[in-house]
């Protein structure tokens, strides 16, 4: 009989599983799986939960995952947090003690219990270097019994470099919904693994399989953790292994990479016997935008949702839920609220330039679209921002051993959570004034014989975790200003280099970037060419004209970030080229969060009642690779990427009568086309200001719900 007409006709927990069979224990299971997903023990017997869940990672700022720093104060107020919109919470290994006391002391008291998904991680480095998954099976085994063990509260963990450990005396597994193994598998180790052994199967005591090498291997560890919880705790919970995309068991003839397409495994391969009752179950890392088989294949990119609407992401799912027999969880979905991006979606979901609003109404269509397809339910990714996190196309401009310890708000892997954590003491880019109260202040010596709407009166610099804070406080502002008659370009240098500065001003200034603010269509920043990092390591792949950047002769050029590397379609031929955004392109909008205007993405705010414009800069736009210890990218071209040490940077503001295009500055009598300048001109070099700061260990900040948190809770609710 074909495989998966034989397991529809007798379900996924074995030949002889049927619903509401004693488990070997003679205990009924407190959760089981079943063809249309997970089920719960209730009074009535088994009721239906549908998953509406988030995961939570093991870092906070100023510390790495494997630091297990978070506290229990931290533990009991997230999860009271997440137990207020979700049903399921999901880790990916083991979590200090403190966090299965603080689960055990809300479901004690909560109406509607929050569900433990509990995790084993298998670590990334040592499993590529292993190849062969089966040379480090006895370690993954271990930490299986470790997890198990944990659950039930029965087990004191030593100090290991890397892991949580501790007295773990917090018995949580009546709220085990299951146990979920492993990460998301390198398609080198997938076939190192098939490559290495024979076929056969694997018939264990609970859970078997007649699959690929490596498919068996999986069941064979289950079946270990399966037959640890039986014999040493007298339980039984439903298991299941982490897939995604790259791996899944479909065929992908639009996508252009080859390891995003080159193996597979499939989890209805992994069956149960009859000594196991509550099931396995199917689970998968599905985001919008990854791999590019989402933007390219025509039956996903056309299909059509619930809503009438194109969705190539509703289109995947459907296609993914037709072909797995298992019930299928998808265990890792979302956007991120970041300010970069990392690569587009064909319908807009884009990884990250989404305000706090919109990444809550995205996922929460995402999760319309999990339900809709058919599936268990969906575990939001995440719970917290985790600022450790790096992206591809920007994780070579920060220093990586110090990227917990500063806000990266360009990088989308740091900005999925629900939770922000926001520096304290930051310019909240609301034309608060009591903001700039500790602030370094510029004013000018004597005042200007200018127009009052193109007068410096004031320029103030700060900085945060975030970034680069300044502030100009003009004579005279229209309400709103009127950017014809005025513009204002803010300088900044970390070389030291006197350069000729941008936009037809005539002038000069110790300057490596440059700020032009003309409004809220065209204002942005700008780079001395010979230090755009974006041209340091993709110009050849941006077609850009190296030589002129690498002497500096390009002058002053948009600051970007790639979002795709550009491929060709296999199916079609189709050439999809190397594409890169301005991401220095700025936002004027309001930054405070309590604002009803509020907008998470802001760069630039305009008090005219203050006549003020504020700016925030972020780091890692600057070439600051960690302003926690101030180390830049090197000043010359041949040095790439590298680093070096700095101690101050050289800030300037003037002003000028734009064109009337607003492109560039008038021309106007006399040595430079500048109308004013703070801390001064002298002739056409515009003076600048040196600004420095403490370095720091431990970031100081608060923590805040994203307005992604509320849209979610009105929406899961």
Known sequence: ???????????????????????????????????????????????????????????????????????????????????????????????????????????????????????????????????????IADTVDQELQRTVDVVHGDTTLPDRPGHAGGVYDADVHEWLLGYLFGIEWPPSVVEATNQANDAGTYSG???????????????????????????????????????????DPLEHPYEPFVDEDSVTIDPDTVTTTDEFDPGTFAAYHVYPYYPDLLNETPDYVDFIDHRGEPNSYAGYLNDLVSVTTHPLLIAEFGVPSSRGIAHRDVHGRHQGQHTEQ??????????????????????????????????????ARSVPGRRPYWSNIETPEQRFGLLAFEPENAVSLSGNSSDWDDATVIKPQT??????????????????????????????????????????????????????????????????????????????????????????????QAGLPVQEYRDGTAGFVPVREPINRGYTVPAT???????????????????????????????????????????????????VADPSTKQRIASDWSDGLETTSFETVTVGAATYRPTTDGRQAQTIDGTTNLIDALPGRNGTTVDTATYSWEQWNQPSYTERLKQSYDVLQNSWS
């Open 358 to 395: 919109s990444q809550g109404e995205i996922v929460a269509a995402m999760y319309e679209d999990i339900v809709k397809a058919g599936t268990a339910g969906g575990v939001a990714f995440a719970w917290q921002d985790e600022w450790f996190k790096r992206t591809w196309n920007l994780d």
């Open 573 to 623: 031929g189709d050439v999809v080229p190397f594409e890169a955004v301005e991401t220095g392109q700025l936002t004027y909008a309001n930054g405070d969060p309590s604002s009803p205007d509020y907008n998470s993405l802001t760069d630039v705010h305009v008090s005219p009642a203050d006549r003020t414009v504020e700016v925030r800069l972020p780091w890692v736009l600057l070439n």
């Open 205 to 247: 005591s609970y859970v078997q399989s007649d699959g690929s090498a490596f498919e068996r291997w999986l069941a064979e560890r289950l079946d270990g953790a399966v037959a640890h919880e039986t014999t040493n705790h007298d339980w039984q919970a439903p298991v299941g292994f982490v897939n995604w995309v790259t791996t």
């Open 1 to 135: 009989m074909e495989r998966r007409r034989f397991l529809a006709s007798v379900g996924v927990t074995g030949a002889a599983g049927v619903a509401g069979c004693l488990s070997e224990n003679g205990n009924q299971p407190m959760f089981q799986v079943r063809r249309k997903g997970f089920e719960r023990l209730t009074d009535d017997g088994y009721e239906p939960l549908t998953v509406r869940g988030l995961n939570i990672g093991m870092a906070k700022p100023g510390y790495f995952p494997g630091s297990a720093a978070i506290t229990r104060d931290e533990y009991d107020r997230w999860i009271a947090d997440i137990g207020a919109i979700a049903n399921v919470i999901r880790t990916y290994t083991i979590h200090p003690p403190e966090f299965y006391h603080a689960l055990a002391a809300y479901n004690a008291d909560a109406t509607d219990p929050l569900y433990l998904l509990q995790g084993t991680w298998v670590p990334h480095e040592p499993l590529v270097t292993a190849g062969d998954a089966t040379s």
């Open 447 to 540: 005042a200007a014989n200018v127009p009052a709407d193109r007068q410096l009166e004031e320029f103030r610099i700060s900085h945060s975790l975030e970034g680069l804070e300044m502030r100009v406080t003009l004579g005279d502002v229209a309400d709103p200003i009127d950017w014809s008659r005025v513009n204002i370009i803010l300088t900044v240098g970390l070389r030291g280099e006197e350069t000729s500065l941008p936009l037809n001003t005539d002038a000069t200034a110790a300057a490596d970037f440059v700020v032009h603010l003309s409004g809220p269509a065209t204002s942005r920043l700008l780079v001395q060419s010979s230090f755009d990092a974006f041209a340091r390591e993709f110009g050849s």
